[in-house]
């Protein structure tokens, strides 16, 4: 919370004297735009579930897609002010719904590592996008993608030497369905990208879908500190400033706006399809209390056949 304040607060000195602009730009964004952005989040946030979904699998685990996208769904609302901690809620939720049917939580964490893997791959790829906007060395995206690409040779050589507890989590990087991991993991990925795009097109700040890309980089790692929603605006204008610090403000507000509200959504039916199976579970036991007494009840007064 206090660093959301704090990078608020620069927010709003670095915006001073852009009040109208900033406003200006805001509002300018079609309604229409803005619901096309909230369903592209909306299949970001499942496409990265059903990816997790695949990962558990692989690792032995049973769950259901239904109590798993239940857990997702609380994940994603925490994941809004804090990357980790969201993770952390879905791990918990999960455990707390299918204690059976789930990994443990070591295996849990370690389930995550194939997905963070290959956001972690596609950054490093795309990491030269970074090039312009933060002066970074040419070089550099270089040495990120052959470091990267030798953690990743590690991880899937390790997956094959250890396969049990913690190591089980690793499982799909051997196992066939990788690919589909990395298909729902793309997938998501690339609907963020072009709500990032679209955002930006929708105020006026007419950039490539490169840069589309630098700024979910740069959310990608900003998110990992404890800044909330303000990781939006921080990143937008980190990265895009040079087209206009007020209209990349108002971009990463958008951008944090509608990244909030899908994952309020997700969370909503999270909760709604818990309540509901809860009642349908409770109407079930109560039928089933019923019938009990009853059936004793018959036999108890059943006649007994004469002698």
């Given at each position: 919370m206090l660093g959301a304040l704090i990078v608020t607060g620069i927010?709003?000195?670095?915006?001073?004297?852009?009040?109208?602009?900033?406003?200006?730009?805001?509002?300018s964004a079609p309604l229409s735009v803005l619901g096309i952005a909230l369903v592209l989040q909306l299949v970001a946030l499942l496409a990265r579930a059903e990816a997790w979904l695949i990962?558990?699998?692989?690792?032995?685990?049973?769950?259901?897609?239904?109590?798993?996208?239940?857990?997702?769904?609380?994940?994603?609302?925490?994941?809004?002010?804090?990357g980790s901690l969201g993770m952390a809620a879905r791990i918990a939720s999960l455990r707390r719904a299918a204690p059976e049917d789930a990994?443990?939580?070591?295996?849990?964490?370690?389930?995550?590592?194939?997905?963070?893997?290959?956001?972690?791959?596609?950054?490093?790829?795309?990491?030269?996008?970074?090039?312009?906007?933060?002066?970074?060395?040419?070089?550099?995206?270089?040495?990120?993608v052959g470091v990267i690409t030798a953690g990743v040779l590690a991880l899937r050589r390790l997956s094959h030497a250890k396969q049990?507890?913690?190591?089980a989590g690793l499982a799909v990087m051997r196992h066939r369905s990788g690919g589909r991991l990395i298909a729902f993991t793309l997938l998501s990925v690339c609907a963020q990208v072009l709500r990032n795009w679209l955002m930006l097109h929708a105020i006026g700040?007419?950039?490539?879908?490169?840069?589309?890309?630098?700024?979910?980089?740069?959310?990608?790692?900003?998110?990992?500190?404890?800044?909330?929603?303000?990781?939006?605006?921080a990143a937008a204008v980190l990265i895009l400033g040079a087209h206009g610090v007020a209209a990349s403000a108002a971009a990463g507000v958008?951008?944090?706006?509608?990244?909030?509200?899908?994952?309020?959504?997700?969370?909503?039916?999270?909760l709604g399809d818990?309540?509901?199976?809860?009642?349908?579970?409770?109407?079930?036991?109560?039928?089933?209390?019923?019938?009990?007494?009853?059936?004793?009840?018959g036999a108890v007064v059943q006649p007994q056949p004469s002698p």
């Open positions: 927010l709003g000195v670095v915006l001073a004297g852009r009040r109208h602009e900033f406003i200006t730009a805001i509002t990962s558990l699998h692989a690792a032995g685990g049973t769950v259901s897609r239904r109590l798993l996208f239940r857990a997702a769904g609380a994940g994603a609302l925490v994941g809004v002010v804090n990994p443990r939580v070591p295996c849990l964490l370690a389930a995550e590592v194939p997905i963070i893997t290959v956001e972690i791959v596609l950054a490093a790829v795309f990491s030269f996008t970074l090039v312009a906007p933060l002066g970074v060395a040419w070089w550099i995206p270089m040495i990120a049990t507890g913690l190591w700040v007419n950039v490539s879908i490169f840069d589309a890309m630098a700024l979910l980089i740069a959310m990608f790692t900003l998110g990992q500190l404890p800044i909330g929603p303000s990781t939006g605006p958008l951008v944090a706006a509608t990244g909030t509200i899908s994952a309020i959504c997700f969370a909503t039916w999270a818990r309540l509901a199976a809860g009642r349908a579970d409770s109407i079930s036991d109560s039928g089933r209390g019923v019938a009990g007494p009853e059936l004793l009840l």
